[in-house]
Nanobody, 121 residues
Framework: QVQLVESGGGLVQAGGSLRLSCAASGSIWAINRMGWYRQAPGKQRELVATILNGGNTNYADSVKGRFTISRDNAKNTVYLYLQMNSLKPEDTAVYYC?????????????WGQGTQVTVSS
């Protein structure tokens, strides 16, 4: 079983910064891709940023230059981070960690429980 646990959300004023963290643990053989998605009220879930095993990153146009995704492989846990700078009210959403995980029985897509980010104007 694989668990993704997010932390770091909160309330911040426009122009401020937050850092989200996600810890992936469990019966993981490998993680091919990790990413952050977000869902605002009344809207569909959208991609924010992804990072591949080799370190290649991809960002939504709306966050380019403001957000930075990174990954850290520890012994039994893989950590995913999202540094968010120059936050705007339109960044308000629930942010979800996502991972494409190789386990004993194949490849599965895993999601965290989400963490709320609220940016006030």
């Amino acid at each position: 079983q694989v668990q993704l646990v997010e932390s770091g959300g909160g309330l911040v004023q426009a122009g401020g910064s937050l850092r989200l963290s996600c810890a992936a643990s469990g019966s993981i053989w490998a993680i091919n891709r990790m990413g952050w998605y977000r869902q605002a009220p009344g809207k569909q879930r959208e991609l924010v940023a992804t990072i591949l095993n080799g370190g290649n990153t991809n960002y939504a146009d709306s966050v380019k230059g403001r957000f930075t995704i990174s990954r850290d492989n520890a012994k039994n846990t893989v950590y995913l981070y999202l540094q968010m700078n120059s936050l705007k009210p339109e960044d308000t959403a629930v942010y979800y960690c996502n991972a494409l995980v190789v386990v004993a029985t194949g490849t599965v897509q895993c999601w965290g429980q989400g963490t709320q980010v609220t940016v006030s104007s």
